[in-house]
């Protein structure tokens, strides 16, 4: 079966741009989850949707970063006014969401390069 | 979550036992061992998780200490692909907890 997809896999942009990068989790799949991972480092968390709804997006480094899964199932991640720091691979993770196992599936990430 | 301590790299010779260890002494009673990794490139990908008891699956096993304050992970016949990055993560096992991953260790097979 499919497993969770992410679009663009690379994006190129100049600094101060508008950027959206997609996340299409596993059909059924209620949690949805962002990361971003800088260079040498592990994955780091920025947002937690349970449904339509943002349960935790407390890991967000500052309000150009914004998030929304209007359908529950599909998700876009905003970055605005991108800054070079933003450069990072950045991760998708969906798993059923009920307790238990609770395994998170990833998607290979888009690779966001800011100029 | 509590926080983990992993060697930051190991070797191991394809076809032998692979040990990873992981330190998780300040770990809560609720709390389980997770155990992902993510090869170069993609991204990354869950192995097992415990909670007290020792557990195997096609992948691994998880041996964790009966005081629960380590664990070693296992991969009892390493092979070229397994070289990759492994993250010990200590969690609660319900949803909507992220994932706090930590540096892990770089594992590397060697022929």
């Known amino acids: 079966g499919a497993g969770v997809s992410q679009t663009p896999s690379n994006k190129v942009t100049e600094k101060g741009k508008y950027v959206e990068l997609r996340c299409d989790p596993i059909?059924?799949?209620?949690?949805l989850y962002w990361y971003r991972q800088s260079l040498g480092q592990g994955p780091e968390f920025l947002i937690y949707?349970?449904?339509?709804?943002?349960?935790?997006d407390s890991g967000l480094p500052n309000d150009r970063f914004f998030a929304v899964r209007p359908e529950g199932s599909v998700s876009t991640l905003k970055i605005q006014r991108t800054e070079r720091g933003d450069s990072a691979v950045y991760l998708c993770?969906?798993?059923?969401?009920?307790?238990?196992?609770?395994?998170?599936?990833f998607g290979p990430g888009t690779r966001l390069t800011v100029l | 979550d509590a926080k983990t301590t992993q060697p930051t790299s190991m070797d191991c010779a394809e076809g032998r036992a692979a040990n990873l260890p992981c330190n998780h002494s300040t770990i809560s009673g609720n709390e389980y061992v997770y155990w992902y990794r993510q090869i170069h490139s993609q991204g990354p990908q869950y192995i097992i998780h415990g909670l007290k008891n020792n557990e195997t699956n096609e992948m691994a096993s998880l041996i964790i200490t009966e005081d629960r304050k380590s664990s070693t992970l296992i991969l009892p016949h390493a092979t070229l692909r397994d070289t990759a990055v492994y993250y010990c993560i200590v969690r609660v096992a319900d949803s909507g907890y992220a994932l706090n991953f930590g540096k892990g260790t770089s594992l590397l097979v060697t022929p």
């Open positions: 993770a969906s798993s059923l969401g009920t307790s238990g196992r609770n395994e998170q599936f």
């Open positions: 059909s059924g799949h209620t949690a």
């Open positions: 949707f349970q449904g339509t709804g943002a349960a935790d």
